[in-house]
């Protein structure tokens, strides 16, 4: 596997990323809150991404998430591309990130409040 220095433009972070591994792998190993992740498989339109430069392998997408048009300008999910060499790209969506949340607050289910129990319960 050839390795690749993916940038987030916003921040100036650097990770590095295989041509064999899609752009949100190697985003996530950074371990940074706010970075979107959801479905990881093309299905939510969490991870959206720009590339600003550099050269990605594309699997197919969903037109629910990335029109032709905004494909064509180099937005794209970042869980459906690999990189072919370094890559410069903006995080879009970030707006998106509470999409895939799980339902139930993590606090309030270790709380011993009763709070999530009576969430379950339907109360
Ligand atoms: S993580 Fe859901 S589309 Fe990429």
Do not use: F, H, W
Request: proline share 3%; glycine share 14%.
């Amino acid at each position: 596997m050839n390795y690749y220095t993916v940038t987030i433009a916003e921040t100036g972070e650097t990770y590095r990323c295989g041509d064999e591994e899609n752009l949100l792998v190697g985003m996530e190993r950074l371990g940074k809150k706010g970075i979107p992740v959801g479905c990881r498989g093309g299905g939510c339109g969490v991870c959206k991404v720009e590339i600003l430069s550099g050269e990605v392998r594309k699997k197919v997408m969903s037109r629910e998430y990335v029109s032709a048009e905004e494909e064509a300008a180099g937005k794209v999910l970042a869980c459906r591309v690999l990189p072919t060499s370094d890559v410069r790209l903006r995080v879009l969506g970030k707006m998106q990130k509470n999409v895939c949340r799980p339902s139930v607050i993590p606090e309030l289910a270790t709380s011993g409040s009763g709070v999530a129990e009576r969430i379950s319960a339907g109360a």
